[in-house]
């Protein structure tokens, strides 16, 4: 008999929720080194939610979940688009979806320039040789980082900087296919990116409605979107 299992680094009262409201079990990933063959074995024909927020496990895993469960919620292509940014905005744009205007510097070598180059408040930032990328809210944090990467590179940084200045910053909740704010832009979103639960963070940039990133592993405390969750894995469940 297949089972319902939910693979996470970090239980929260979603997961709780829905081990004890619709049987899934909760395998929860240690540090330790994992045994690729016992999951494997383990959720073979099996439905399975990722909740995992490390992306260095959640994209393995997620590849390795979809070549053996019966299902898997949400995609590996969604969770590959949407922790790398580069490959998200790529897409995006070309579906002629907006993304920030971007400032390029390349090859940063003072980077105690940066704080004073540098006034406003909300920024985000990509690495483009790295696997550091995120959102920064000031300029220090922003310098740390950077610096962070020379001290453990002896090679050149190239940065892609952004500094949007974006306002009107929203998260919309994706619950299989259905978004909380119905806007044109998330709608085209959800068909690139397909069916799960995710937020897609959206906002303004010189009146421009533009995507920010995507978050494949959203909190969710809110209990109206908690009961939302619950009703859609309710019927994925019956439709296997």
Request: charged share 30%; with cysteine.
């Amino acid at each position: 008999m297949s089972m319902n299992y939910i693979i996470t680094d970090e239980p929260k009262r979603l997961e709780y929720l829905i081990s004890r409201k619709l049987g899934f079990e909760i395998i929860k990933l240690e540090n330790a080194v994992l045994d690729i063959e016992e999951l494997k074995n383990r959720i073979e024909n099996s439905t399975i939610l990722l909740r995992i927020y490390s992306p260095y496990k959640l994209i393995p895993i997620s590849i390795i979940c979809e070549k053996y469960a019966k299902k898997v919620i949400n995609s590996s292509k969604l969770i590959i688009t949407s922790l790398i940014r580069e490959l998200l905005y790529r897409e995006l744009e070309k579906n002629n979806i907006q993304t920030p205007r971007r400032l390029y510097i390349f090859d940063l070598c003072n980077v105690s320039d940066i704080a004073n180059k540098i006034g406003k408040t909300n920024m985000l930032l990509t690495f483009t040789k790295t696997d550091i990328e995120g959102v920064v809210e000031t300029a220090q944090a922003l310098v740390s980082l950077i610096e962070h990467r020379y001290y453990m590179s002896a090679e050149d940084v190239k940065v892609n900087l952004v500094i949007p200045n974006i306002e009107d910053i929203k998260n919309i909740l994706v619950v299989g296919k259905e978004p909380s704010i119905d806007i044109d832009m998330v709608r085209k979103v959800v068909d690139i990116l397909g069916e799960g639960i995710y937020t897609i963070t959206v906002g303004k940039q010189d009146g421009r409605e533009v995507v920010l990133y995507i978050d494949p592993v959203p909190s969710i405390e809110n209990d109206e979107d908690i009961e939302k969750v619950l009703e859609y894995l309710k019927n994925i469940l019956k439709l296997n």
